[in-house]
């Protein structure tokens, strides 16, 4: 069973920092682009950053470009998010999704695969 599970989420101060890991069971990253979306209350789901399979290209939204840092670790089967100085609009659900067509897109319709997600607050 193919499956993508989120860790590293939880509670930071405003301006603190978090690293999330989405882990692949059941397949091999490799040939996957993979895509970190976030949503928070009340709001839709939005492309944070995605990367290629072969971590050559990367992409992220405006309102975290200089903040986050996207990378992966083949060997691991696993995709980070570094996520720096952070603010309290950050906060949400944040999902990784996996796109076997490896376009690197920050729209969720390019993507087949979802984990369950990780929640992040950003909070004094």
């Known amino acids: 069973q193919l499956q993508l599970v989120e860790s590293g989420g939880g509670l930071v101060q405003p301006g603190g920092s978090l690293r999330l890991s989405c882990a692949a069971s059941g397949f091999t990253l490799d040939y996957y682009a993979i895509g970190w979306f976030r949503q928070a209350p009340g709001k839709e789901r939005e492309g944070v950053s995605c990367i290629s399979s072969g971590g050559g290209s990367t992409k992220y939204a405006d309102s975290v470009k200089g903040r986050f840092t996207i990378s992966r670790d083949n060997a691991k089967n696993t995709v980070y998010l570094q996520m720096n100085s952070l603010h309290p609009a950050d906060t949400g659900i944040y999902y990784c999704?996996?796109?076997?067509?490896?376009?690197?897109?920050?729209?969720?319709?390019?993507?087949?695969?979802w984990g369950q997600g990780t929640k992040v607050t950003v909070s004094s």
């Open positions: 999704a996996g796109d076997p067509w490896d376009r690197c897109a920050l729209g969720s319709r390019f993507y087949d695969y």
